[in-house]
């Protein structure tokens, strides 16, 4: 039986291999179901290229009642005694045990607030990563396994052209800058030496050829403007805030990227329901909008595969045969998972139907990311910049309705439809502080209204 037991084991080990290598080949990197904290993890280490192990940081964010052997140091009472007694007098003796554990109920609702950080880490446990809501490039380390390498796929491909290096320069930046509360409650805690992050990101990505680094930062050439865009109007955020819609930035260019890179899916447009439930026709239309993208992505590595079938080898073509709706069901999750946590998609949670509609948050890196600096832009302008940059169409144009109409979303009214999604959309700029309304029908955008209203 235990013979029996390994030689399945290494063969799911060999069609796993399999898999991630078409996905390396067609996507660029594994699509695994990841939270932003992991994709930030993977890009900020191909950004900064230095982490840390966080080990005091873990075993104090991450409390245990029981131990799981003697000295266990998950433990309040023995983590206690190695701080008191580390060379570096982490805790001052003043500081007692009581105090102790309410400061680690502390650190885990601060550097876990959405359960990345995966729990223990170290002997005596054992997780498959381990990531923090990262305040800064001290909270960086180095032991996820969730994402995949898709930040290493963005990082590669920006890195491609002269734009997407000038973004890469200012994301630096503003990440190297990154400061606040968060920061200061675990620094005592960031005591091991920084290690250099070493790997080959060409490597973590399939070392994909120079002609499909070239298509793919071609393809994706109006996004990586946007995100340089959006960078240098960070430069005027604080800098806790900055980072943080950086890392939505970054996310969202995955995210068009996702749909945009499949055969045929260039010119997909992403049509979403500001309206809430005024109009029933615009939800509906923005489920099926998602639905597609949804599919459309979970058939990617076929569809990658159908344009030139030489790349199928015997033993491939046996494991997709026998794997293909495992593999659609892979990457349906991975775009369902990202695109909700990143805030394109709406319910965050729960079993109804999805929609595409951006976030508060993430509707504003957006507009940060097509607008400039003391410029005022009328609703088309914004429309057309929306369409151009981030495909996104959302009935703010005459011509919406015929995209709208070409792509396959009707029945929808121009007027009794549209004009709601319009008039939604531009009241939520005004609230988010990107418009304000001169007179009864005009919308201008800034990212100072207050100076001009």
């Known amino acids: ?13 060999e069609k796993r291999l399999i898999i991630n290598s078409l996905y390396q080949e067609s996507l660029g990197y594994v699509p695994l179901r990841m939270k932003p904290v992991h994709f930030a993890t993977s890009f900020l280490l191909c950004l900064h290229r230095r982490y840390s192990l966080l080990e005091f940081l873990n075993k104090a964010a991450n409390p245990k009642v029981d131990e799981k052997r003697e000295g266990d140091d998950y433990i309040a009472e023995n983590l206690y005694q190695r701080l008191i007694k580390t060379n570096q007098s982490i805790l001052d003796p003043l500081v007692n045990i009581e105090a102790f554990k309410l400061l680690r109920n502390h650190l885990n609702a601060a550097y876990n607030n959405d359960g990345a950080a995966l729990g223990p880490a170290f002997k005596p446990y054992s997780t498959f990563g381990c990531d923090y809501s990262t305040p800064s490039l001290d909270y960086l380390t180095n ?4 994402h995949g390498h898709s930040g290493a796929l963005v990082w590669l491909v920006l890195n491609s052209t002269m734009v997407g290096q000038q973004f890469l320069a200012l994301a630096k930046d503003i990440a190297t800058k990154a400061e606040g509360p968060a920061t200061a409650l675990g620094l005592p805690l960031l005591i091991e030496q920084e290690e250099e992050f070493e790997e080959e990101i ?8 120079l002609a499909w680094l070239t298509a793919i930062s071609e393809l994706m050439k109006p996004q990586t403007e946007a995100l340089l865009r959006l960078a240098k109007n960070l430069q005027y955020h604080p800098s806790s805030y900055a980072l943080r819609k ?5 996310g969202s260019w995955l995210v068009v990227y996702q749909v945009r890179q499949v055969p045929g899916a260039a010119e997909t447009i992403f049509f979403c329901d500001f309206s809430g439930d005024l109009r029933p026709q615009l939800r509906t239309q923005a489920m099926a909008c998602y639905a597609r993208q949804l599919r459309l992505f979970g058939r990617s590595v076929r569809l990658w595969l159908n344009l030139d079938p030489k790349r199928i080898t015997e033993e491939k073509r046996r494991t997709i045969e026998k794997f293909e709706v495992n593999i659609s069901k892979e990457l349906e999750d991975h775009f ?4 909700e946590r990143i805030g394109w998609v709406q319910p ?10 951006a976030v508060p948050d993430t509707l504003s890196v957006l507009l940060l990311s097509i607008l400039d600096q003391n410029e005022v832009c009328t609703m088309d302008e914004v429309a057309m910049r929306l369409r151009e940059h981030w495909r996104l169409v959302v009935g703010l ?9 070409q792509h396959g979303y009707t029945p929808l009214d121009e007027d009794a439809d549209l004009r709601v999604n319009r008039d939604s959309f531009k009241r939520l700029s005004i609230q988010l502080g990107f418009a304000w309304e001169p007179s009864d029908g005009l919308a201008l955008f800034s990212l100072t209204p207050n100076q001009f209203s």
């Open 1 to 13: 039986m235990s013979a029996s037991r390994n030689t399945d084991k290494k063969a799911n080990k």
């Open 143 to 146: 032991q996820s396994k969730n």
């Open 202 to 209: 060409a490597r973590l990505c399939g070392d994909p050829s």
């Open 246 to 250: 950086l890392i939505i930035g970054v």
């Open 336 to 339: 369902r998972d990202f695109s």
């Open 348 to 357: 965050r949670s729960g079993t109804q139907q999805k929609y595409f509609r």
């Open 397 to 405: 144009l005459p011509e919406d309705h015929a995209i709208l109409r």
